[in-house]
């Protein structure tokens, strides 16, 4: 028997529709259909063809089922970007995810999480709250992955044919996830994390984390959990000039622009002086990229994990076996990591 659920996540996964998938393996669209909803069985063959196509290992089909992740319980960063397909890619991609995930949690004592729920919180408050209850002081953060791992939540990275997507975060099951696009700089990658710790910390189960104005929420989050507010007005960053602003984005480790951003936003910055800022650090290419930036945080948490399996004598070809995924997929998730793997 198979599970048609993973057929239908399996095919997603690979950004495809029913009609594609029907064109490039010649079996219809109705029985393709007919399979993922469990009216029929497909015989060896198509299913052999199904697999060869969405390059899954046969087995995998014959896992236990599989629930979908809900749209709804998903904040995409920059949404607007996605077509459909692309985000049925990116959640199938965090359901196979969650499986190494379940795999790795049987095996070793993992973090628990210890991310309070301060839904009735403004974002400024929220960082602050969040900041004193995690001991973080107005110090700035070394390492957004590493600090939100250490409280428990699960970070992954997502496959390069996603890269339309910037980062996404959810709950699932009590466990929360962030999810990272790898391609963008060190500096707004580390945005990125705490822009989604933000909607895990502010957008409890019962608030549906999409919408202009939970994203400006967590915007907002991110910035003041990155540049506290007593840390920026100690710096003495009063009118800076773009020099100042570039030699200071080093201390909290952020963009240029959300630095500049931060200022205006505090005040230390008037309007005019913003728009000049923006544009003059736009001339420079800091809209698109962040010249001589940091390098990309990756995970501490699966670096340990690898390394344990590494003395166990398992490695990432076994691992992707017991999950009956392959080795690619499996490195897709975790940093490149498993790369120096055997």
Known sequence: MIAPTRLKIARKRRGLTLTALAKS????????????NGEWLPPPESLRTIADILDFPIQFFHGDELDEIPEDSVSFRAATKM???QRDAALSAGR?????DRWIAERFDLPAPSVPTLTRYDPEAAAATLRARWGLGERPIRNTVHLVEAHGIRVYSLPADTKSLDAFSLNWRGQPYIF???EKSGERGRFDVAHELGHLVMHGEHVVPHGPEVEAQANAFAAAFLMPRASVVAQGLRHPTVPQILDAKSIWRVSALALT????ELGLLTDWGYRNTCVHLARLGYKTDEPDGIPR???LLHSKVLQGLRDEGIGVKSSAGSLSI??????SYLFGLTLTMA
Do not use: C, K, P, W
Request: glycine fraction near 0%.
């Open 326 to 331: 392959n080795v690619d997929d499996l490195r």
């Open 83 to 85: 077509s459909a397909r």
């Open 25 to 36: 393996t010649s079996i219809s669209s109705r029985t393709l259909s007919a399979y993922e």
């Open 96 to 100: 196979v995810a969650f499986m190494f």
């Open 297 to 299: 945080e990756a995970s």
């Open 180 to 182: 990272l696009n790898t």
């Open 261 to 264: 951003h931060r200022l205006h």
